[in-house]
């Protein structure tokens, strides 16, 4: 099955500057890409997601890029706020399944 | 809000009871599913539904079971079997294939006293 590894852990940087987290994938026949954003003791909100005909997809400050060949797809943010603090998921999954398999998260937190 | 309801927000269970957690939505979704969150874990799923009165075992099942008898509903059943239920449930929904993304419930702690 399908098997995400995400990096880092855990992420602290000051406000303004930028933050990318990364994520690898296993399964080559994985297509669809989404991130979630989880704030303490809230549910995941789907922030952004691209497709594997895509190499780049931006919105606003957030942006994703994506590798297929190296199968591994990462989350830029731009101009930090303190309100981007939360956890991040990564996730990867078939156009043609059901199912997402998730990364174990990036806690990251935007100092003032 | 958001269209998934999960219920309650907190669970107390004794030690070898069985606990049923709610999953209800009103989004016209096709597909549901129930993953398990611990610190550190990420998301691991526990079962998905494609279908009304069909379901598929996740990566973590043993433990638990669920329901589909209606569209707009998903029962998880922790049972007495599952060794390590203390967790944060989360519940989502999707159209159908994965490409749509998810809506997530916003959780049930379960805390076995």
């Known amino acids: 099955g399908e098997n995400v590894e995400q990096h880092p852990s855990t992420l602290s940087v000051q406000e303004g500057d930028s933050a990318v987290i990364k994520c690898t994938y296993s399964d080559s026949a994985s297509n669809y890409f989404p991130w979630y954003k989880q704030e303490l003791g809230k549910r995941p909100q789907l922030i952004i997601d691209?497709?594997?005909?895509?190499g780049e997809k931006k919105d606003q400050r957030i942006a994703v890029t994506l590798n297929k060949t190296a199968k591994h797809f990462s989350l830029h943010i731009t101009e930090t706020q303190p309100e981007d603090s939360a956890v991040y998921f990564c996730a990867a999954g078939r156009g043609s399944n059901y199912k997402l398999t998730f990364g174990k998260g990036t806690l990251l937190t935007v100092n003032p | 809000d958001g269209g998934i309801t999960q219920s309650p927000k907190y669970l107390f269970r004794k030690e070898g009871q069985n606990v049923t957690l709610s999953c209800e939505q009103n989004?016209?979704?096709?597909?549901m599913y129930w993953y398990r969150q611990d610190p550190g874990q990420g998301l691991r799923l526990i079962y998905y539904?494609?279908?009304?009165?069909?379901?598929q075992k996740g990566d973590i099942a043993e433990g638990y079971s669920v329901s589909r008898e209606k569209k707009e509903s998903f029962p998880l059943t922790v049972t007495s079997a599952q060794k390590n239920p203390t967790a944060f449930y989360l519940c989502?929904?999707?159209?159908?294939?994965?490409?749509?993304?998810?809506?997530f419930g916003s959780g049930t702690r379960l805390t076995v006293v």
């Open positions: 989004l016209n979704h096709d597909a």
């Open positions: 539904s494609q279908i009304v009165n069909d379901f």
């Open positions: 691209i497709r594997s005909n895509v």
């Open positions: 989502a929904s999707s159209f159908g294939r994965v490409n749509y993304g998810y809506t």
